[in-house]
């Protein structure tokens, strides 16, 4: 048996260990911010204009608070505050969940399952590099079982074709 027919799989060939430098890819996605004394509406706008429903606060570079299109909605519209009369600092949230890039894809799913949350920020030296979302990390499964699903199908295929 040689080493590419062995069973055994690499960590990072398994999902769950599957590391958050390679989930995040070569390419890092931008990451869309707003300042704590900014309106919501403000907030908002950089939403809507980037497709996003999260961003992050940011003091300088520090990480301060996050926002979400559901914090808006909850905190703004049905306590009948005035969106573009709100500052950002008012209803973000300040405990804010992160990971750094030594996490790994169960990691991420654990953290965001044991908070309910749907954003988590990538922080590496203070600095915010990226923001995890659950539909990455369900996009890196699909692909994943994809991948796993095609390898089953040529090993099935090489055993129903392959003289016996």
């Given amino acids: 048996m040689s080493v590419t027919d062995h069973p055994l799989r690499r960590p990072e060939e398994i999902l769950a260990f599957r590391p958050l430098k390679q ?70 949230v300040r405990d804010v969940i992160t990971v750094d890039t030594n996490s790994n894809f169960a990691d991420c799913l654990r953290l965001m399952h044991r908070h309910g949350i749907r954003h988590l920020p990538v922080v590496e030296n203070r600095k915010v590099l990226a923001v995890l979302s659950v539909r990455d990390l369900m996009g890196e499964a699909v692909a994943h079982h994809t991948k796993i699903i095609a390898q089953l199908e040529r090993e099935r295929m090489t055993m129903f074709t392959s003289p016996v």
């Fill in 23 to 92: 989930i995040l890819g070569a390419l890092p996605k931008p990451v869309f911010s707003i300042a704590p004394a900014d309106t919501v509406y403000d907030a908002v706008r950089i939403m809507k204009d980037k497709d996003v429903g999260f961003v992050v606060v940011l003091e300088g570079d520090e990480l301060v608070g996050v926002l979400s299109e559901r914090d808006c909605a909850r905190s703004v519209t049905l306590a009948r505050r005035l969106a573009d009369a709100t500052p950002v600092a008012d209803v973000m």
